[in-house]
Nanobody, 124 residues
């Protein structure tokens, strides 16, 4: 079981930046895949980005390409989401998720472990 704790959310003006962190603890050995998802009020939880823990290609949703960057620091057991040029439509609760092995999908159901979420609000 992997425990995930997100931080770094907040209120920012359009065009601004935030960096979200996801601290992982528990039985992290072997390979994992970490992902970021987001959920706006009244909407479904959407995939944002994913990264393999042991190296490999990242994947981004089309609506964040060129603006968001997912990265990891294995020594700190932390995954980051750097968000630049934020837009009001990026307002949502952002969740960190993880699953053992290489996860090649973007489905919520394929990530067994979840954090509690962190609120990101972008004002216009």
């Amino acid at each position: 079981q992997v425990q995930l704790v997100e931080s770094g959310g907040g209120l920012v003006q359009a065009g601004g930046s935030l960096r979200l962190s996801c601290a992982a603890s528990g039985r992290i050995f072997g390979d994992f895949t970490f992902g970021w998802f987001r959920q706006a009020p009244g909407k479904e939880r959407d995939f944002v980005a994913r990264i393999p823990w042991n190296g490999g290609s990242t994947l981004y949703a089309n609506f964040v390409k060129g603006r968001f960057t997912i990265s990891r620091d294995n020594a700190k057991n932390t995954v980051y989401l750097q968000m630049n040029n934020l837009k009001p439509e990026d307002t949502a609760v952002y969740y960190c998720a993880a699953g053992r092995g290489r996860i090649y999908s973007t489905r919520v159901a394929d990530f067994p472990s979840w954090g509690q979420g962190t609120q990101v609000t972008v004002s216009s």
